[in-house]
């Protein structure tokens, strides 16, 4: 596309959509992102050609991306402008952005766009590189941002929104945002609720691990192992209980179906797990809860001491790692004193 015509193009487009956010329910005004605050959404003109030789490879890529107009939310839709810079309010308003915009093309009240886009498509030239073909494509985006705010929000608060474009003769809107995941992070010194891409967790991961850290007690251990009604297991967990008060004043230590409590048993677990300074895991009866509490907290980095009765043979994805192997209560107690006192040194 020569660039007389790209920009012939793009004033038509920035024409179309100032008629087309006139028509939105929420009520949008153009303004000048130099002096803008809050949240922006910005439309941009993409433009590309790939050069496709005989053998229909790529031979030579040409990308133009250039910015047409920001908007911004105003009136009585002012929260959308988010001049809090509000975290979960800014992704959640792009969720209604691209909502409003999908339900405006299902509505084709975005056929305005037809004739440009399709003339867009048009206009590829033809280049001395031995191409057989021309591929291009010509389409807009809507990108969302903020103005003001530190670094970090400028980085976190960017996401592209959707792309509008012509293909199967007619007008089609796609989702350019990532899933959404729920975290609990750090931030501004507290802990806060947030719903965020999954690409953009990340960003979080410093504040995650600070706000992981400070739930761990120092003193608690978790033990997991099987529940079967067994007296060996029942002996064992005694002697797992009178082993951790020896070594030192204050631990204390938890399986789950002694906790007197109202919860959901997997759930638990996994707070459990979370604030736990170590694991203590009895792989006797080679229970699959066991090894998904022991899969957990590895991923978690917690210490485990691992434990089996001598008589067993774990699975084979742990018979590599230290394990404690015992036939009676004294061979367990030494060797755990042992391994503990390292631990909490």
Same mark, same amino acid.
């Not at 002694?258 to 604030?275: A, S, Y």
């Not at 060797?335 to 909490?344: E, K, M, N």
């Given at each position: 596309?020569?660039?007389?015509?790209?920009?012939?193009?793009?004033?038509?487009?920035?024409?179309?959509?100032?008629? =087309?956010?006139?028509?939105?329910?929420?009520?949008?005004?153009?303004?000048? =992102?130099? *002096?803008?605050?809050?949240?922006?959404?910005?439309?941009?003109?993409?433009? /590309?050609?790939?050069?496709?030789?005989? *053998?229909?490879?790529?031979?030579?890529?040409?990308?133009?991306?250039?910015?047409?107009?920001?908007?911004?939310? &105003?009136?009585?839709? /002012? =929260?959308?402008?988010?001049?809090?810079?509000?975290?979960?309010?800014?992704?959640?308003? *792009?969720?209604?952005?691209?909502?409003?915009?999908?339900?405006? /093309?299902?509505?084709?009240?975005?056929? &305005?766009?037809?004739?440009?886009?399709?003339?867009?498509?048009?206009?590829?030239?033809?280049?001395?590189?031995?191409?057989?073909?021309?591929?291009?494509?010509?389409?807009?985006?809507?990108?969302?941002?903020?103005?003001?705010? *530190?670094?970090?929000?400028?980085?976190?608060?960017?996401?592209?929104?959707?792309?509008?474009?012509?293909?199967?003769?007619?007008?089609?809107?796609?989702?350019?945002?990532?899933?959404?995941?729920?975290?609990?992070?750090?931030?501004?010194? /507290?802990?806060?609720?947030?719903?965020?891409?999954?690409?953009?967790?990340?960003?979080?991961?410093?504040?995650?691990?600070?706000?992981?850290?400070?739930?761990?007690?120092?003193?608690?251990?978790?033990?997991?192992?099987?529940?079967?009604?067994?007296?060996?297991?029942?002996?064992?967990? &005694?002697?797992?209980?009178?082993?951790?008060?020896?070594?030192?004043?204050?631990?204390?230590?938890?399986?789950?179906?002694?906790?007197?409590?109202?919860? =959901?048993?997997?759930?638990?677990?996994?707070?459990?797990?979370? !604030? &736990? !300074?170590?694991?203590?895991?009895?792989?006797?009866?080679?229970?699959?809860?066991?090894?998904?509490?022991?899969?957990?907290?590895?991923?978690?980095?917690?210490?485990?001491?691992?434990?089996?009765?001598?008589?067993?043979?774990?699975?084979?994805?742990?018979?590599?790692?230290?394990?404690?192997?015992?036939?009676?209560?004294?061979?367990?107690?030494?060797?755990?004193?042992?391994?503990?006192?390292?631990?909490?040194?």
């Amino acid at each position: 596309m020569k660039p007389k015509d790209f920009k012939d193009l793009k004033n038509e487009l920035k024409e179309a959509f100032r008629n =087309i956010l006139s028509n939105c329910y929420t009520e949008f005004i153009e303004v000048d =992102i130099s *002096n803008a605050i809050g949240q922006i959404f910005t439309i941009n003109a993409f433009y /590309g050609e790939q050069y496709i030789n005989e *053998n229909r490879r790529p031979i030579e890529d040409v990308n133009i991306v250039r910015p047409l107009m920001s908007f911004q939310a &105003s009136g009585t839709d /002012g =929260i959308w402008k988010n001049e809090i810079l509000d975290i979960n309010r800014f992704f959640n308003t *792009n969720d209604e952005v691209f909502n409003e915009f999908y339900e405006m /093309g299902e509505r084709q009240e975005l056929n &305005s766009l037809t004739a440009i886009l399709k003339k867009g498509l048009n206009h590829s030239l033809p280049r001395n590189v031995d191409q057989s073909t021309v591929d291009s494509y010509f389409f807009i985006s809507i990108e969302s941002s903020i103005q003001g705010g *530190n670094q970090f929000l400028r980085e976190l608060l960017n996401e592209g929104i959707a792309t509008i474009g012509y293909e199967d003769n007619s007008i089609s809107v796609g989702c350019s945002q990532s899933e959404r995941t729920k975290i609990t992070a750090l931030v501004d010194g /507290g802990p806060v609720n947030l719903r965020i891409p999954f690409d953009k967790v990340d960003n979080f991961q410093t504040f995650q691990k600070e706000t992981e850290q400070s739930l761990i007690d120092e003193k608690y251990i978790f033990v997991a192992m099987s529940f079967q009604n067994s007296p060996e297991l029942e002996d064992t967990y &005694s002697t797992i209980q009178r082993t951790i008060k020896k070594v030192r004043k204050g631990l204390k230590c938890e399986r789950v179906d002694n906790i007197q409590d109202d919860f =959901i048993i997997n759930d638990k677990i996994i707070d459990c797990i979370k !604030k &736990s !300074k170590l694991l203590i895991v009895d792989l006797t009866g080679n229970r699959p809860n066991v090894y998904y509490e022991l899969g957990y907290a590895r991923a978690l980095g917690k210490q485990v001491i691992l434990l089996c009765r001598k008589d067993e043979k774990p699975h084979f994805d742990v018979v590599n790692q230290n394990t404690i192997f015992y036939t009676n209560s004294t061979m367990l107690e030494n060797s755990l004193t042992i391994r503990l006192r390292a631990c909490f040194r």
